[in-house]
């Protein structure tokens, strides 16, 4: 069976969970950490993560999971300004750490 890792526990998050879970996949969802980052170690294990918290947190949640062995990531969140993207594409080229 597959693992899903939702980052986002808001409305995008809870709809997509709702479908992998009547698909009969396995879900888990992290709301916003304490400290601002996802640890590697609650995302380990995952098939696929998907991105659903908000702009400013893509490229942090992005780099956990690439630092969790994660490599099939949807990022499906809205509220992307524009230097979002920049430093969420630097993150990913600079893999690995």
Do not use: F, Q
């Amino acid at each position: 069976m597959h693992t899903i890792t939702i980052l986002g526990d808001g409305g995008l998050g809870g709809a997509v969970a709702a479908d992998a879970r009547e698909r009969g996949l396995t879900v888990r969802i992290l709301g916003r950490p304490a400290d601002g980052r996802h640890l590697p170690a609650a995302i380990a294990g995952s098939d696929l993560v998907i991105e659903a918290s908000r702009g400013d947190a893509v490229a942090t949640n992005v780099a956990s999971a690439l630092d969790a062995g994660v490599r099939n990531l949807v990022i499906a969140t809205t509220g992307w300004t524009p230097t979002s993207a920049p430093s969420c594409s630097a993150g990913c080229r600079a893999w690995p750490r």
